[in-house]
């Protein structure tokens, strides 16, 4: 959370001026977003949020980004909406960086989610993925199991600093992914990172997704995989099936899951652990304490991976037994 | 610039729930502020901002600082208006510290002042002062000359790490205050710390003065001084006359200064030099390497007291000579 880049209020008032969006009223540099840095902005025609894309965004992403926003947008996703300037371009530049004017989403993330937000959450997955389905353009998981040998290597000299044994469990974790894979699941657009405070609501219900630059085509199940790690387990580690039954259900009243993606639940939330695991320790690992960001604590993933290498099947999570 | 205290959603309702605000729609933290945690919280009534008083805002003083805001906003001046709970209270609690919601105010401050700038802050000093005169409390400057002795004895030991010689030059700076500091100038209520990013404009006018926690009871000429200071040096530290003389005949134009403001301006002008010297040098001596705050550069006020010292009377400043 933090603004890596300040913009000064004439760089912003040129920047504007591409956009028919009134006079600027004010900005406000904003404690959200890990990856990049976020302003608030009161124009004469209402709020938006200028992003600047950082280190971490490459370049080349963008178009796919800022096009999938307005795809969805036009499917009736309620997520930030890019703004165009008057020459169409939805990508501008500001203090030197790649940056974009989006709509401004009003909605409060929930800190502590209930069984009714993770139902919500449900609908709105499977909404997503629907309309995400004939999107044009392509990325691949730049964080899926393709690049999890790498992390692993980075992080296999000091991941027993972390906890004893870790790098084995990493090694072996990798091992049965190498084995047992899923290839051909359902697939297309997944948003990859829908994280609580990814998730808007209004009055128990969702009022905007935000944060899209993880998205990217992988199987859909695999984006559950993910929910399920980030909506579904307590404080203390516990799995809480309550959660899990209202979220998977409200999926499947949108889009049912197929046999395969049934069966592919517990390695994929496996997975979905290891990806989270291997970033978190990464940054665990080299985040200078000097870091404007604090990292997270890995450990949280390694105990969520544990507890889906001991679910049998799907039915552990709350779906009904089939097949 | 940071968010110290996290604040939850359910936290943030029960809060609002005192008020007459409308729902809440959203909030975020915002990265302005070195002393407090502030965000930005839209309701259905519009835009507010929660400030969350830190340790360095004292308890006892909040009275002081909320009714302030009240007296002068009664009287027009344009700064942050406290919202008064049902029960008539402005000062509550959140996340187990004080709090109190003030209205929004629309506004960017300039990062580059020009003299038409320094012209508007001038008549706004003024008419602060004026504003001021009738509030019914008092606060005695917490940073005025009684605590510069004690702030140069806590950064004398390592003072001369920072510039060989430092310790020495603010020694006989405050020896040369204690033999000549004015005691009985025209006082009132001063804002202490009017830099410009607590001056918001929009086209060109003034819309808003903000931050008031600095505020007290002491010289009017002295919070001219740190307004000069904070206003019309350049970023290579040459002082801009220009600037300068707008300000001061803008302030002059509202309230004219008196003979020994005048004449007392030049030895004022090195205090408020020695105010920010001193706080900054601490800051930089005792900010931990991982504070999300970077403390500022304190050379830029030992050159500001260099240049003040070598200021033989107050036409230097680009007032009109007289008396």
């Not at 203090?95 to 709105?124: D, I, M, T």
């Not at 090694?171 to 899923?182: I, K, M, N, R």
């Not at 993933?301 to 001991?310: D, G, I, P, T, W």
Request: charged content about 20%; overall charge negative.
């Amino acid at each position: 959370m933090a603004v890596y880049t300040e913009v000064g209020d004439d760089e912003l008032k040129a920047f504007l001026a591409r956009y028919d969006v009134g006079p600027l009223l004010s900005f406000k540099g904003i404690a959200e977003g890990v990856e990049n840095t976020n302003y608030l902005v009161h124009t004469g025609a209402g709020s938006f949020i200028l992003t600047l894309y950082e280190r971490r965004v490459e370049r080349a992403d963008l178009p796919f980004f800022l096009g999938l926003l307005e795809h969805l947008g036009a499917r009736g996703i309620a997520c930030p909406n890019p703004v165009r300037a008057r020459d169409g371009e939805v990508l501008g530049e500001i203090a030197g960086k790649p940056a974009a004017l989006v709509s401004y989403l009003e909605g409060v993330w929930v800190r502590r989610p209930g069984p009714q937000h993770c139902r919500a959450l449900g609908a709105a997955l499977a909404g997503l993925h629907r309309a995400g389905s004939d999107f044009a353009l392509r990325r691949a998981n730049a964080l899926g199991p393709a690049a999890w040998a790498g992390l692993a290597r980075a992080t296999t000299p000091s991941a027993d600093s972390v906890a004893p044994g870790l790098a084995g469990e990493i090694a072996s974790e990798l091992d049965a992914f190498a084995a047992g894979w899923p290839s051909a699941l359902p697939n297309g657009i997944i948003h990859a990172d829908l994280f609580p405070d990814n998730v808007f609501f209004i009055d128990g219900r969702i009022s905007g997704l935000i944060d899209f630059y993880f998205a990217c085509d992988d199987a859909y199940a695999y984006d559950i995989a993910i929910c399920l790690n980030a909506w579904c387990f307590e404080a203390d580690a516990a799995f809480n099936i309550t959660k899990a039954r209202q979220l998977l259900h409200a999926y499947e009243s949108v889009r049912p899951l197929a046999a395969e993606e049934y069966s592919a639940l517990p390695l994929l939330a496996r997975g979905a652990s290891m990806r989270f695991l291997l970033t978190r320790l990464y940054d665990w690992l080299n985040t200078p304490p000097t870091a404007l960001v604090r990292p997270k604590d890995p450990m949280e993933y390694v105990r969520k991976l544990r507890f889906h290498r001991s679910v049998a099947s799907a039915a552990e999570y709350g779906l009904d037994v089939r097949h």
